[in-house]
T-cell receptor, first 117, second 114 residues
Framework: AQSVTQPDIHITVSEGASLELRCNYS??????LFWYVQSPGQGLQLLLK??????LVQGIKGFEAEFKRSQSSFNLRKPSVHWSDAAEYFC???????????????FGAGTQVVVTP | GAVVSQHPSRVICKSGTSVKIECRSL??????MFWYRQFPKQSLMLMAT?????????EQGVEKDKFLINHASLTLSTLTVTSAHPEDSSFYIC??????????FGPGTRLTVT
């Protein structure tokens, strides 16, 4: 069965420290990969996406993610976290293989990031 | 960027009543919209795909008669939770897809059924 796994439910990081959020997927073929951030009162915002090509993807707000086919992973990173990065982060995958699945996303369980002073 | 709004942002209703949630694309037309449900501290689960001018398609396990979806125009999709019960309490989110597989998400509607 297809799945998206975010192993860390909750991460606490100090402001200025680096952050890495893990995402693993299980799909028949390489899916489209996304990272979204959800802040209270706001809709999910796309941080970055990967379809093909360069495996290191740059996104908004200083985030980047690396696609590793051998590990079926798409981990999100930020070198220096700001207090405003405290939010819920979701990894999502989409399967472009069929028209029935076009546009549909399967989300991981999410990782809550807490930033301490 | 494109904006999707939802109304209401919060609603409390009594068990047995029906509640309608609106999802609007404010500056673009959306022939398709998606409806998700999010339980506290959990992931978003796709419920259904709303198609303008045709019937919605529901994901496996989602009750069509419980969650009525109407996509009346290119900018409006509605989700009606019929005969709501406390277990229907959740956070409902809509989204509209854009070219390049990007999606624009609404801010969500918190439904509480008492």
């Amino acid at each position: 069965a297809q799945s998206v796994t975010q192993p860390d439910i909750h991460i606490t990081v100090s402001e200025g420290a680096s952050l890495e959020l893990r995402c693993n997927y299980s799909y028949g073929a390489t899916p489209y990969l996304f990272w979204y951030v959800q802040s209270p009162g706001q809709g999910l915002q796309l941080l970055l996406k990967y379809f093909s090509g360069d495996t290191l993807v740059q996104g908004i707000k200083g985030f980047e993610a690396e696609f590793k086919r051998s590990q079926s992973s798409f981990n999100l990173r930020k070198p220096s976290v700001h207090w405003s990065d405290a939010a819920e982060y979701f990894c999502a995958v989409g399967s472009p293989m069929t028209t029935d699945s076009w546009g549909k996303l399967q989300f991981g369980a999410g990782t809550q990031v807490v930033v301490t002073p | 960027g494109a904006v999707v709004s939802q109304h209401p942002s919060r609603v409390i209703c009594k068990s047995g009543t029906s509640v309608k949630i609106e999802c609007r694309s404010l500056d673009f037309q959306a022939t398709t919209m998606f409806w998700y449900r999010q339980f506290p501290k959990q992931s978003l689960m796709l419920m259904a795909t709303s198609n303008e001018g045709s019937k919605a398609t529901y994901e496996q396990g989602v009750e069509k008669d419980k969650f009525l979806i109407n996509h009346a125009s290119l900018t409006l999709s509605t989700l009606t939770v019929t005969s709501a019960h406390p277990e229907d309490s959740s956070f409902y989110i809509c989204s509209a897809p854009a070219p390049g597989w990007e999606q624009y998400f609404g801010p969500g509607t918190r439904l509480t059924v008492t």
